[in-house]
């Protein structure tokens, strides 16, 4: 057997035995007085809404005759969420959509072409969609933690960066230690993560896999590609975000911005 070992009218009734976990954990909270029952409640419906959503939509994906025209139009739509989701973190910058979703897409999209150039994902709507999830969401998440860091650094530093410009230097050479320290911050959790795969926990992917009845060591193989695809298209998009904020960073005549 492999898989979930029940159906579908199974698997409703235990998620509604284990929803008792949940109701625990808001008794709990009301009584210490915690102020996070409604927070948490409103996040699992959101959250488990969003999932059923998700889960009709991929299933109708997977059936249809037509699913490369609806991959096609749900990535874009997917790096363009993650651009609108990772641009928020720096409001105050001009059109940060400019930004952020050209890194991501290239980030994601780059690795995710490579890998199936390669057969690394096989040609089937069940492995691309999920993957570029993964692709586009680390990249999202790294992209968010490249600028933020970029911009506040830029803030922190600006004496310097003016100095270092009063002195002859370029808006390149005057950032550039930032820029660096950035995208090392910003890649800092994915690294962990690939320093403790398998010995601190066993990731997604390959947990995934197992479930589904696949050999581990072909399960733990796959991962450590999922983890090259994270790992390059971080970095990706960690270096084309900095190298694009640099320029919302200062004006024609290389003086810093007055929003920053």
């Given at each position: ?9 199974e ?9 008792l976990?949940f ?14 029952d409604?927070?948490?409640a409103?996040a ?8 059923a ?29 993650g651009?609108?989701?990772s641009?928020r973190?720096?409001?105050d ?7 952020t ?17 390669t057969?690394a ?15 586009i969401?680390?990249?999202?998440i ?13 803030r ?6 003016e ?7 370029s808006s ?15 890649l800092?959790?994915?690294l ?17 896999l ?8 072909v ?27 640099r320029r ?11 929003w920053?």
């Amino acid at each position: 057997m492999s898989g979930i070992p029940y159906d579908e009218a199974e698997g409703l009734f235990r998620l509604g035995l284990v929803s008792l976990l949940f109701l625990l954990v808001l008794v709990l909270s009301r009584r210490r007085r915690l102020g996070i029952d409604r927070d948490f409640a409103f996040a699992l419906v959101k959250g488990g809404s969003q999932l059923a959503v998700v889960a009709v939509l991929l299933t109708l994906i997977f059936v249809s005759d037509l699913w490369p025209l609806w991959t096609l139009l749900l990535l874009p739509f997917m790096m363009f969420i993650g651009g609108w989701t990772s641009a928020r973190r720096t409001p105050d910058m001009p059109n940060p959509m400019m930004i952020t979703t050209p890194s991501i897409a290239l980030g994601s999209g780059s690795v995710l072409v490579f890998l199936f150039i390669t057969g690394a994902i096989p040609p089937a709507p069940q492995f691309i969609i999920p993957l570029a999830g993964m692709a586009i969401g680390n990249a999202m998440i790294i992209c968010s933690l490249t600028l933020d860091r970029l911009v506040r650094e830029a803030r922190l530093n600006r004496t310097r960066i003016e100095t270092s410009l009063a002195l002859g230097a370029s808006s390149t050479q005057s950032i550039e230690p930032y820029e660096t320290l950035s995208i090392r911050s910003a890649l800092i959790p994915t690294l962990d993560s690939l320093r403790t795969l398998g010995i601190i926990f066993i990731p997604g992917a390959m947990t995934g896999l197992v479930l589904a009845g696949t050999s581990p060591i072909v399960a733990a193989q796959y991962q450590i590609i999922v983890y090259f695809m994270i790992v390059g298209g971080g970095i990706i998009s960690s270096m084309t975000v900095a190298s694009l904020a640099r320029r919302r960073l200062f004006t024609h005549a290389c003086q810093i911005e007055a929003w920053v």
